[in-house]
């Protein structure tokens, strides 16, 4: 029933529980390129259900099977958009993470919700000293690592991914070589994740610059609430921002926190 044309099959489900069938993702979807839209649900830290529940290897372990194309919204009014755009995909299979919690509390559409384009990426803000990619939920926080670094004469561009696969090569690439220096951010696995795409979309092109990969250490997340896992896990943005002055800048400022 699946192969039916009429068919948009719509899979919700966590994205631990996903990875218990990734058989059937591979043999029973992808290599038939079936139509299916993924909801990926408690993507990213979740903090009180403990090591087992924590999604963090959606990106990595979709992104490297073909056929398949990957999305995160970096709010609520963008993850209205990729619903529609997840819906309304006929090329093939399509997966969206999103994570637990609260949106940002942005307006949504109330009509005409339009479809994202696919493999493309946006500029959120514009700056010549580093370049900031942000996937997901990490996009806010790219922003506010941007703001934190602009009090201290570093302007960043941030660029919203929202696509981990297509990557949005034509409008990351020629920045990254011309800004030089590149910093990551997703909440997931560090481990063949977002960082992993962008570093080897750079190398496959011979860009050569610095990157530095935020996310998930090759490490298990126990069970505490997502602010304090976050905390330890160095992903607030004043910890970004000290990864990064220590980095890239570490001769001509001082750290911020």
């Known amino acids: 029933g699946l192969a039916c044309e009429e068919m948009r099959p719509v899979v919700v489900i966590y994205s631990t529980f996903l990875q218990r069938a990734y058989d059937q993702i591979i043999h029973d979807i992808c290599i038939q390129n079936l139509p299916v839209f993924f909801c990926l649900d408690r993507a990213g830290i979740v903090g009180a259900d403990g090591p087992t529940h924590q999604g963090m290897y959606d990106i990595s372990y979709l992104r490297c099977i073909p056929n398949m194309t990957i999305m995160a919204p970096k709010d609520e009014a963008e993850l209205q958009r990729m619903v529609v755009t997840g819906i309304n995909y006929t090329d093939g299979p399509i997966a969206m993470r999103y994570p637990r919690g609260s949106g940002l509390g942005v307006p949504l559409a109330e009509e005409g919700w339009e479809e994202m384009e696919i493999g493309k ?55 990254a ?74 001769k001509q400022l001082q750290p911020v926190s």
């Not at 997901?136 to 941030?158: F, R």
């Not at 910093?183 to 190398?203: D, K, N, P, R, Y």
């Not at 090759?218 to 607030?236: M, N």
Request: net charge negative; aromatic share 4%; proline share 5%.
């Open 177 to 250: 070589k011309r800004i030089g220096k590149v910093v990551t951010l997703e909440e997931g696995s560090i481990m063949g994740g977002f960082g992993s795409a962008v570093a080897e979309a750079l190398l496959d092109h011979d860009i050569l610059v610095p990157v530095k990969r935020v996310g998930i250490p090759d490490i298990l997340v126990d069970h505490a609430t997502p602010d304090q896992s976050k905390a330890d896990l160095g992903l607030t943005s004043p910890q970004i921002a000290d990864q990064i002055l220590a980095s890239f800048f570490s």
């Open 121 to 175: 990426g946006e500029i959120l803000r514009n700056g010549d000293d580093l370049l900031l990619l942000g996937y997901g939920t990490m996009v806010n926080t790219a922003m506010q690592t941007a703001e934190t670094l602009s009090e201290h004469g570093i302007e960043a561009t941030v660029i919203n991914a929202r696509f981990v696969k297509p990557l949005d090569t034509e409008l990351i690439l020629p920045l």
